[in-house]
């Protein structure tokens, strides 16, 4: 099937679809051969297309899922303890798919689950500062414990960043962080004096878990992930 060319270099990352059109007007754009200078051209992946002498290879679709993880699974490949590992549980047609970050072995709920490399580097980075959020059961509160995790903390010399953390009730809170660090939160709320006794996700930036049932899988559309890439 024939696209515009502009939507065709968008595919292929080298540039957003205005950015390609303005390419395109300034002559750098060449389609077998021949230069092209209006955004009305149509082309496929028969096309020989290059912008400023760079032949473009169209890039393999990003898919980006969203899988509830139950409780006592392994985010890995293979586990040297023999643990169940979410690739046990997930259906054939998606083992081949790699994790964003990682839940630990009792922490349920929300795993995004992509085919790109390079989409997961984005995800995960610090600075990227993604919110995830989490629904934590704690033993006990201790208000002014939880005050210190809101400013931001550092435990046996490891930063970790400020928290948002609402109460929702009883002893269950409602916590935000951008960083995603190893065990963040339980070593967090430890050492303030709330051990945490469950730890569910519900978000990872604007994609939620919703009612997506323990151990299933749900296709994120592309209209979220573009979204997604673009806050990044």
Same mark, same amino acid.
């Given at each position: 099937?024939?696209?515009?060319?502009?939507?065709?270099?968008?595919?292929?990352?080298?540039?957003?679809?205005?950015?390609?059109?303005?390419?395109?007007?300034?002559?750098?754009?060449?389609?077998? =051969?021949?230069?092209?200078?209006?955004?009305?051209?149509?082309?496929?992946?028969?096309d020989k297309i290059s912008v400023n002498g760079k032949i473009l290879t169209k890039r393999k679709e990003c898919l980006l899922y969203a899988f509830h993880k139950p409780i006592n699974v392994m985010t890995t490949s293979k586990?040297?303890? =023999?643990?169940?590992?979410?690739?046990?549980?997930?259906?054939?047609?998606?083992?081949?798919?790699?994790?964003?970050?990682?839940?630990?072995?009792?922490?349920?709920?929300?795993?995004?689950?992509?085919?790109?490399?390079?989409?997961?580097?984005?995800?995960?980075?610090?600075?990227?500062?993604?919110?995830?959020?989490?629904?934590?059961?704690?033993?006990?509160?201790?208000?002014?414990?939880?005050?210190?995790?809101?400013?931001?903390?550092?435990?046996?010399?490891?930063?970790?960043?400020?928290?948002?953390?609402?109460?929702?009730?009883?002893?269950?809170?409602?916590?935000?962080?951008?960083? =995603?660090?190893?065990?963040?939160?339980?070593?967090?709320?430890?050492?303030?004096?709330?051990?945490?006794?469950?730890?569910?996700?519900?978000?990872?930036?604007?994609?939620?878990?919703?009612?997506?049932?323990?151990?299933?899988?749900?296709?994120?559309?592309?209209?979220?992930?573009?979204?997604?890439?673009?806050?990044?």
């Amino acid at each position: 099937m024939k696209i515009r060319i502009a939507k065709f270099i968008a595919d292929t990352g080298t540039s957003s679809r205005r950015e390609a059109e303005k390419l395109i007007e300034s002559g750098a754009v060449v389609v077998n =051969g021949e230069k092209i200078t209006t955004p009305v051209f149509f082309v496929d992946d028969n096309d020989k297309i290059s912008v400023n002498g760079k032949i473009l290879t169209k890039r393999k679709e990003c898919l980006l899922y969203a899988f509830h993880k139950p409780i006592n699974v392994m985010t890995t490949s293979k586990d040297p303890d =023999g643990r169940t590992t979410i690739y046990d549980i997930l259906p054939k047609d998606f083992k081949q798919l790699k994790y964003v970050g990682r839940l630990d072995y009792k922490t349920t709920g929300l795993l995004l689950l992509t085919n790109d490399g390079n989409l997961i580097k984005k995800l995960t980075l610090p600075s990227s500062k993604i919110p995830r959020t989490y629904i934590a059961t704690v033993e006990k509160l201790n208000k002014n414990g939880l005050e210190k995790a809101k400013k931001g903390i550092t435990i046996s010399g490891i930063s970790y960043r400020p928290m948002k953390i609402e109460i929702l009730h009883d002893n269950v809170l409602k916590i935000e962080v951008t960083e =995603g660090k190893k065990n963040e939160i339980r070593i967090v709320l430890r050492h303030c004096g709330c051990p945490v006794t469950k730890l569910h996700r519900i978000s990872f930036g604007e994609i939620k878990l919703g009612n997506l049932s323990v151990g299933k899988i749900r296709k994120i559309s592309q209209k979220t992930i573009d979204a997604l890439i673009k806050s990044l």
